[in-house]
């Protein structure tokens, strides 16, 4: 029996898509004249901050997103501001480095027009170690250490809605319920996909809890579960359904191949760096966000639009 033909896409708007990206190079994204620069005194007893979280956000940004020590990204904002001819003051090197473990990180997003398709998938991002090919030829030392990235994406903007970060003996199933809490409570949610290592009680209640639809293969030797709340029986109608068609017919039907969405999202997070700079695990997770409020605001600026051609 030959393989069906492989479906071809064209994008649709090529010249918009590509303005984008031509944009994403632009420094004038990252500073907007009417931001807040300066802290807003907070009426406390004690010495104010000098720079609110935007001016922290933003030095931080460029920080991570060129790959520059504290002191260097320092240097480059000062610079940045003088030419722009704003006359801000830039935080000092320490300032950024202590505001960071405490950074309260806004992610903007633009949001779905309907009901939100969530993608949800996890991967691990270096802290310490040797590269993989070094690690293959020479041997890991025994300072190898990771930290696990876990993302729900927006199906129709591919931005990212929630983000965790974890130490590496973290497994993938306990995750959902947390990222769904991320999102606001008045957000409805259509449907949660996710890989089978997300089969759990725990993800299926959190989604039927939310009121959304679950997307998630059973288990090779998956049994029907006590169908005692509605996350077991949706699971139990999922695993009905794989039988009755089969598991390949059973992710065309349902849609699942949409996750390939997240792990491709998964490669860009990782383009702004195989490693994290941060060495305190609350540093570690501010710059994590930062990097996914990087990807959503190169995201905003435009995606391609594609038709299938057959």
């Known amino acids: 029996m030959s393989r069906p033909p ?12 590509n303005q984008a990206l031509r944009q994403r190079g632009s420094l004038t994204v990252w500073f907007d004249p009417s931001m807040h620069w300066e802290a807003i005194p907070s009426g406390r007893r004690g010495r104010q901050q ?70 949800v998938d996890s991967t691990g991002i270096k802290v310490e170690g040797e590269g993989e090919w070094h690690t293959r030829k020479h041997g890991g030392s025994k300072r190898r250490v990771w930290r696990k990235l876990h993302l729900g994406i927006d199906e129709e ?84 359904t794989s039988k009755h068609l089969g598991r390949a017919l059973w992710r065309n039907w349902s849609g699942y191949h949409r996750r390939s969405r997240v792990e491709t999202k998964m490669n860009c997070v990782k383009l702004l760096g195989q490693k994290l700079m941060s060495r305190d695990f609350d540093r570690q997770v501010a710059e994590v966000q930062i990097r996914a409020a990087v990807m959503n605001r190169f995201t905003a600026l435009g995606i391609p639009v594609t038709v299938a051609l057959g």
């Open 157 to 240: 903007t591919l931005e990212i809605r929630a983000v965790e970060v974890t130490s590496s003996n973290v497994g993938d199933a306990p995750m959902p319920p947390d990222l769904l809490a991320q999102l606001p409570p008045d957000q409805e949610i259509a449907t949660v996909t996710a890989d089978g290592a997300y089969d759990t009680r725990a993800c299926h209640d959190a989604i039927a809890d939310r009121g959304a639809a679950a997307i998630i293969p059973p288990r090779r030797n998956a049994r029907p579960w006590k169908p005692d709340t509605a996350g077991a029986r949706a699971r139990n109608e999922i695993l009905r």
């Open 50 to 119: 000098a720079y609110s979280d935007a001016a922290i956000q933003a030095c931080l940004t460029l920080k991570t997103l060129l790959g520059l020590p504290l002191r260097q990204a320092t240097g480059f904002v000062a610079s940045l501001l003088e030419l722009s001819g704003l006359g801000w003051s830039v935080p000092d090197f320490s300032t950024l480095s202590r505001r960071q473990k405490t950074l309260n990180v806004t992610i903007p997003y633009r949001g779905s027009k309907g009901p939100l398709h969530l993608l």
């Open 6 to 17: 492989k479906t071809t896409y064209k994008t649709t708007n090529w010249q918009n898509y």
